[in-house]
């Protein structure tokens, strides 16, 4: 059977001690976790921004740090490390410097510095504050994205009069009512330039007209937005909000003057579904992006597509391709394109040629975060189950790793091994999983099970570190994991991804019963009659679902922010897009059999395994509503449960105090059941 290892973290694993001890959240919460890296015009440094956990403060953060890619075995520095500073973003000018975002007395500023370290410059320091920057080719201007109200005709922040008297209360005419965990306040995520280098210089705004955000909420980044290479055009994407916010998915990619001289240009009007991540060629003659083809289907197949500037003929670069694009950067020639995309568990680059298409895996095991092609090569942050993101570097066929940023903080612990292993699933398709087995488990000893399902549902159980739901960490408490990716998971063609719609509870189901099936027939070391069962999101909903389509298979299950009844989330989460999508592209009243068919509210007086239910407060995607359900069910028919509430987190547990507490509660209900 195969072993998922990176090359470095396997030669780390290998040297681990006889008597390393196991990981622990503590740990995990603990690592230095690296962000996406900025390369200089002369290829000679890295930089990036890293966070450190504040344990005290229940928070991340961030410095900027360096490395010499002409040193071979150069060791990564810091470059800007100040206190409470939070350093982020960096990018680099034409000019070699650094610049970068800062907070330094408590305001929002753009700074740069030297590559090799010397005095900051502050560069901006726009009022009312921003979300991000990008600075143009040229370095002569920013464009800064900043939360203002709709039409602000300047970045400094409109000044509203308050009423004395005013009540408390929020009054809505339209959704969004609210995001992911956020209440409307009325705000657009909106677009301006600000020359540099200018007394008294003014920030332009960028395509006022329009109605929505750039980037897109509640995730949309840089990513989202581009220079053209001259540094006369802003290339954006955005959706058009109106009345149809909450159930439409069409971002269209615009083109609008830097100088705000005219409106912007809709360059991809006559896709009504996803267009997005544009990125400028090079030499300034081609557009690339990503499109969907499917309306209000957020996990369409992203074709990455290829717009000649001078005409505006568009081509479907990949349409041959069954993968996703997850990401595009070009090569600094400008005659190729890397992309990722997931593929069976991994999410590798591919390099892509813009004349023929012509699709090339470059790199094999792991899932890469972040793509920086430099002239001597492809610098590349990755990560595996057994370790978060390092740099590395792709030349040619030869791949190098450049960092290991936690080498101090894994010296001592012992990984656990992974194996993948496949089955004959439902509808006769094969159907990919892989086992944990924990690290010290002696030869001819059992271990109780933790079978994780995962959520999305278009997600995947793929080869990549979490700082939430780990493997490692449960392997650490002896568990060994169990992941199937069932019909509807990303990284095995779009039809696999499509199946789950109006599928829910079916083919879903089969697979992961088939698949703990083949775990335990296969790897003799898992004690199958001693297994749990856990999930969120969808792996949540599905929590519900095997409550009582499955009752007697597990000693406990663990349902976190899962889907309880349909008819109430189809009416109560914000995103309706996805929801009615999963039910046939219909809302609850045009057809409630869709919802109800799959609706685990209709098999509670099946239930009898102990649940442990965990929501937040803040989770407007699956609201605490259906938790407190789950609960209700549960305490009302006298099954052993618990309910676990944050007041401060959303549809993920984030800070770290909260991340610890969530695993004890969790390993100590797995307990109190395996033993």
Known sequence: ???????????????????????????????????????????????????????????????????????????????????????????????????????KGGADSVRSIAATGGEQAEVATPAGGFSGFKLSPDGGKLLVWADRKPGAPTIEPAMIKKDPNAGSGRVFDKMFVRHWDSWANGDRSQL???????????????????????????????????????????????????RTEPNSTNLDIFAAPADGSSAPVNLTADNDGMDNLPTASPDGKWLA???????????????????????????????????????????PDGKTIYVTAQDTQEEPIFSVDPKSGKVTRLTQEGVVSAVVPTKAGVVFAMNSLLGPDDFYRLSGKKQERLTQVNAEKFAGISLPKIERFSFTGANNDKVWGYVARPANLKE?????????????????????????????????????????????????????????QNNWGGWPLEDLQKGLKAATEKFTYL?????????????????????????????????????????????????LWFDEWEHGGKTYYQDPAAYEKWNPVHHVTKWKSP?????????????YTQGLASFTALQRQGI???????????????????????????????????K
């Open 1 to 103: 059977m195969k072993h998922i290892f990176l090359a470095g973290v396997a030669l780390a694993f290998a040297a681990v001690p006889a008597t390393a001890r196991d990981l622990t959240i503590a740990d995990v919460a603990q690592l230095s976790r690296v962000g996406a890296p900025a390369a200089s015009p002369d290829g000679k440094w890295l930089v990036w921004q890293q966070r450190e956990t504040d344990l005290a403060a229940n928070r991340g953060r961030y410095d900027l740090w360096r490395l010499d890619l002409s040193s071979k075995g150069a060791a990564p520095e810091k470059l800007v490390a100040e206190g409470d500073v939070n350093e982020t973003g960096p990018q680099f000018g034409p000019d070699g410097r650094v610049y970068f975002q800062s907070d």
């Open 611 to 623: 649940m442990l239910v965990i929501t937040s407060e803040k989770d407007f995607r699956i609201p």
């Open 527 to 575: 004690d199958g009659d001693n297994a749990c069962a856990l999930g969120a999101s969808y792996g949540g909903y599905m929590m519900n679902w095997i409550a009582g389509q499955w009752p007697d298979r597990f000693k406990c299950l663990v349902q976190h922010d899962g889907v309880f009844d349909a008819r109430a989330m189809a009416y109560e989460t914000e995103e």
């Open 289 to 331: 992006y990503f499109a969907m083809a499917r309306p209000t289907y957020e996990a369409d197949r992203q074709v990455l597509m290829l717009r000649d500037l001078s005409n505006g003929t568009t081509r479907a670069l990949t349409q041959g391709w069954d993968r996703s694009v997850a990401s595009i950067a070009w090569a």
């Open 192 to 242: 301006f330039v600000i020359p540099i280098g200018q007394s008294n210089a003014v920030a332009v705004p960028i395509a006022p007209q329009l109605d929505g955000d750039t980037p897109s909420k509640p995730f949309g980044g840089g990513e989202e937005l581009n220079w053209s290479a001259d540094g006369k055009t802003i290339y954006f994407a955005l959706r058009e909000a109106g």
């Open 640 to 674: 052993d449960s618990r309910l676990l509430v944050f007041p401060d987190e959303n549809h993920w547990v984030l800070k770290p105090k909260n991340s610890m507490q969530w695993y004890g509660e969790v390993l100590g209900w797995l307990g109190k059941y395996t």
């Open 444 to 500: 001819g000893e059992k271990a109780p099970v933790a079978f994780i399902v995962h959520g999305g549902p278009q997600g995947s159980s793929n080869n990549s570190w979490s700082y939430r739901w780990n493997p490692a960490v449960f392997a650490g408490a002896g568990y060994a994991v169990v992941s199937v990716d069932f019909h509807g998971s990303t990284g095995y063609g779009q039809a696999f991804t499509d199946s789950i």
